[in-house]
């Protein structure tokens, strides 16, 4: 089965449309030259019309559908990779990844996957809606991002789910070590766009999500274009003397790409050991200890972690709802940061 994209071009899009779809397409993969081909290909649809000119203007609002083919990329065959099953039944799968494995196949990453994983796991029974290089894929977190995630193993358990997702349904919570301590006395919070305090000291980050100017495999807040996210976080657990780093555990009401990392950064309070937003802080030893600011100062990725994974599910509607420790390696940055 071909995988469909539907989506709606945002505010003040770029005057072509495959610049505009570069911009705005939720799907990271399809590079520019991709979709340039997809529209010779009569795949793109605009407000119902087949798109066949990349050149062509469109305005903001318009409903975007592509169909996509079969991938370039050769076919996708089974790994015997070990996997961390949290809870499985015929129709889907919960499991919990660890760091350092990427969850599908891409430019850079063609095996190894956990996508690899699952079709040795589960044989034949993935969803096809993900298409070939994604079979049973919902949702997504980072290659080096630890926790918890569903695959669908039927169809209907994959349109089920992924409607939940795009309803912001889905109860995502995530566990972050992150520079600093958020704190409402912060005059410099107080003062920074897009950042509020809700009650119970929680930090409430609402910007737009778009990709950098200059670099397509990041992220940046913008206030025009894009696309809304809203990312809530508490502090869990403060660390130092004055506060240097902090445990928080973040929610999100949407799900953008890197959205986690991007708005802690934006706040001030980046992630330990994010090598593309954390940015270059050296940690304090006086506020943290010895061990404390080695620690931080040599964690080898971010520290971030999805703990909690809640949804309905998509045949029986049960509630279900998963929690996953945190891995060794945050599990030792805590001792340390503790000690």
Not at 3 to 18: H, K, Q, T
Not at 39 to 48: K, L, Q, T, W
Not at 148 to 161: N, T
Not at 185 to 200: F, H, N, T, V
């Amino acid at each position: 089965m071909s995988e469909r994209l539907c989506f709606d071009i945002a505010a003040d899009p770029p005057r072509r449309l495959d610049k505009a779809l570069a911009r705005d397409v939720p799907d990271d993969s399809l590079s520019r030259s991709r979709l340039a081909r997809l529209i010779a290909e009569g795949a793109v649809r605009v407000d119902g019309a087949v798109a066949a000119d990349p050149s062509a203007p469109v305005t903001a609002g318009a409903r975007v559908e592509i169909a996509l083919g079969p991938p370039e990329e050769s076919h996708i065959g089974p790994e015997a990779i070990p996997l961390q099953v949290v809870w499985e039944d015929a129709e889907l799968i919960v499991v919990d990844k660890p760091p350092g494995m990427v969850v599908h196949p891409a430019p850079g990453s063609p095996s190894g996957t956990l996508v690899n994983a699952l079709i040795h796991h589960c044989g034949d029974s993935l969803s096809g809606v993900g298409g070939m290089l994604r079979p049973g894929i919902v949702h997504r977190i980072d290659k080096d991002t630890s926790g918890l995630l569903v695959a669908a193993k039927s169809d209907r358990a994959h349109q089920g789910l992924a409607a939940q997702f795009e309803a912001h349904a889905v109860e995502r919570h995530y566990l972050a070590v992150c520079h600093g301590r958020p704190d409402p006395a912060d005059p410099r919070l107080s003062g920074l766009r897009g950042i509020d305090w809700e009650a119970g000291q929680v930090l409430r980050i609402a910007t737009r999500l778009d990709r950098h100017r200059t670099d397509r495999q990041r992220q940046a807040v913008t206030w025009e274009g894009g696309r809304h996210a809203v990312t809530r976080a508490r502090v869990v657990e403060g660390f130092g003397a004055p506060p240097a780093a902090a445990l928080i555990d973040c929610w999100l009401e949407t799900g953008r790409t890197h959205q986690i990392r991007v708005h802690l950064a934006h706040a001030g309070h980046g992630l330990v050991g994010d090598p593309v937003y954390g940015g270059q802080r050296r940690p304090s030893v006086r506020a943290l200890g010895e061990a404390g600011a080695a620690a931080v100062a040599g964690f080898p990725r971010q520290a971030l972690h999805a703990a909690t994974l809640g949804f309905v599910h998509p045949v029986t509607r049960e509630g279900l709802r998963f929690e996953s420790p945190l891995p060794p390696d945050m599990a030792e940055l805590l001792r340390a940061l503790r000690g």
